[in-house]
């Protein structure tokens, strides 16, 4: 194992640093807006302006890296998203920091996608699903420790802000020191819609629900935690427990879906998500351990979906297909949380905080209901011939890139 991980440890610190930065600022400007009395709407669009950066990012970052090398790309990009989080501190307005969301989503996708094609070049066919499995789990943690930050800072202060640019910097350092040889270009993403559909249906329509469901409580999910008034460190608490139930739920619920018809398993888990966001929306919970026992239930089934449906996918998908495939799903799911926040934000302005769990309840039901109804269209691919479940992180933390080191991928491929 510490032969496999001494080649890509300076790049795992690297992506640590980023994504506890990006963790802490991602909680952070929801519940600042929030003190200084941010519309629900202008805290929704902050979150659809980090996936249209994000998006933007995986379509365009490659031809950028080419131009300028990998070193100075992830240099340029990490530099620009800590310079963002400093003027995030200093201009406190809702306008101001839409804008410089996109900026900071563009510059995340784009050091991911560096830095997981690094990863992918360090790592050897034999080493290659421990490699993926352990930046798998440097990514919940990472992500969760950063959030955790916000619990013991204090949001009307600068500090926070400061703290996230210093991360954001930190995150230079190994790979600058690092005598690693740059990588081969990075991958250029291709959105073949009807392509991904005709592949799975199922697939092609769960992953957008899935990111309309995801982006409205990974961008609103602080908010309604606000708005319950249980306390900065339970709303930290309670977005960084839906992340780590989510992680942990990943493995029985991929086990599962091996041994069955991944739909089926599909239905029943966002199915389980939508009634207990009925369950939210009808009992309106105010005590702070009901909503971080429910809202930990919610995460535990609502981030094992998306992994789960990419498998489907790539169970129907020629091996030489699977990043081609992944690519084009994971560009939904940043569709799908572009619209989710925006869905989201009108029904919390009409029927308070609760209003969120309208949208994942819906978009959830919807996807259970159609996976259902495709079961009975076309047979599923026998246990036998289908390719084993990986966890996959659904809070956008991957990028096109990062299925080239995921070990169902074709190697030889590219």
Not at 260 to 285: F, H, I, K, N, Q
Not at 354 to 382: C, I
């Amino acid at each position: 194992m510490a032969r496999s991980i001494l080649p890509v440890l300076a790049l795992l610190a690297g992506t640590a640093f980023l994504l506890a930065g990006n963790g802490l600022l991602g909680l952070l400007l929801p519940l600042r807006g929030g003190v200084e009395g941010f519309s629900i709407t202008s805290l929704g669009l902050l979150g659809t302006a980090w996936a249209v950066g994000f998006v933007g990012g995986c379509l365009v970052a490659p031809r950028l890296v080419m131009r300028v090398g990998h070193v100075r790309a992830l240099g340029a990009f990490a530099a620009s998203a800590a310079a963002v989080a400093l003027v995030d501190g200093l201009l406190i307005d809702p306008a101001a920091w839409i804008a410089l969301r996109v900026l900071t989503g563009f510059a995340m996708s784009s050091a991911f996608m560096v830095i997981e094609s690094w990863l992918n070049e360090r790592a050897t066919n034999e080493t290659r699903g421990q490699v993926f499995s352990l930046y798998m789990m440097v990514t919940f943690l990472s992500v969760t420790a950063g959030q955790m930050i916000v619990a013991a800072g204090n949001l009307r202060g600068q500090g926070l802000f400061m703290i996230a640019g210093i991360l954001y910097c930190l995150a230079l350092l190994p790979t600058a020191l690092s005598t690693a040889v740059s990588p081969k270009p990075l991958h250029e993403v291709r959105l073949d819609l009807k392509g991904l559909y005709l592949n799975s249906p199922v697939a092609f329509v769960g992953c957008f629900l899935v990111g309309v469901a995801n982006g409205s409580f990974g961008s609103l999910g602080a908010v309604y935690g606000e708005r319950t008034e249980i306390g900065t460190a339970l709303v930290a608490t309670m977005m960084s427990v839906t992340v780590l139930a989510g992680a942990v739920m990943q493995i029985p619920v991929g086990r599962l879906s091996d041994r069955t018809d991944r739909r089926y398993v599909m239905a029943l888990v966002a199915g389980g998500a939508a009634l207990l966001s009925l369950v939210m929306l009808a009992m309106r919970p105010r005590e702070p351990g009901a909503i971080l026992l429910l809202t930990g239930m919610y995460g535990g089934l609502a981030y094992t979906l998306y992994a789960v449906a990419v498998a489907h996918a790539n169970d129907f998908a020629a091996d030489r297909d699977f990043v081609k495939v992944s690519s084009g799903l994971l560009l939904l799911y940043g569709f799908g949380t572009m619209v989710g926040p925006i869905l989201a934000s009108a029904s919390m302005e009409k029927l308070g905080p609760e209003g969120l769990f309208l949208v994942t309840g819906s978009s959830h039901a919807a996807m259970a209901a159609y996976a259902m109804v495709r079961s009975f269209v076309r047979a599923p691919v026998p246990v036998a011939e289908r390719g084993s479940f990986q966890t996959v992180a659904a809070d956008r933390a991957v990028t096109p890139e990062g299925f080239k080191l995921d070990p169902r991928a074709d190697a030889d491929a590219g």
